[in-house]
């Protein structure tokens, strides 16, 4: 009935905001997220997302605040999901999602690829973390030719310094030595 529709579209919308707006969020980020913590500008939705992860714990940090844009037709989307979720007698004014015992992004991850097994949802980070990693890679790489880390401000935005990126969420190139091979040849 209407209970899966809106589950399902809040699933849309937490996917898009968690892995969808340059740079993965963790879900507790999503979660916190309130109406203010968006707005729409030049046809995008912008949206900021409040970071407490600390790297060491012995050293008392503010949160910092990550800017994060949704791309044209997903800030589009992200307006009618909106508006339909707010039409749901449970939604608080005020946050952006739909309180839930457990992110629904997963089950909807898990229908996408098919998996067997719903993923969780360090996965799905990493997931997106690895597609920056190929789509905006770092230019000058400290790691080996067969590694490939996001550039410093996409790993930003995921949260992490760029030492944490590389050294945590890198990719690894499959036969990358193959790959230097055709290039090399090719050039």
Known sequence: GNQSIYARLQAILELCLFGLGTGAVR???????????????????????ESQKQGNIKVRRTPKIVEHRLSLSLSRAFLLIRKCLAEMPSTCDK??????????????????????????????????TSIG???????????????????????????HTQGT???????????????????????
């Open 27 to 49: 879900f507790e980020e999503l979660a916190r997220l309130k109406t203010t913590s968006c707005q729409w500008h030049n046809s995008y939705i912008y949206y900021w997302v």
């Open 165 to 187: 990126g590389r050294r945590a969420y890198s990719t690894t190139l499959e036969n990358s030595e193959e790959a230097l091979y055709d290039f090399y040849h090719k050039s």
């Open 95 to 128: 946050s952006l999602l739909p309180s839930s015992s457990e992110p629904s992004l997963l089950t909807l991850v898990q229908d996408i690829f098919e998996f067997d097994n719903r993923p969780g949802l360090l996965q799905v980070r990493h997931l997106f």
């Open 133 to 159: 990693n190929i789509l905006v890679p770092e230019r000058t790489s400290a790691g080996g030719d067969d590694e490939m880390v996001s550039s410093q401000i996409l790993t930003e935005k995921s949260g």
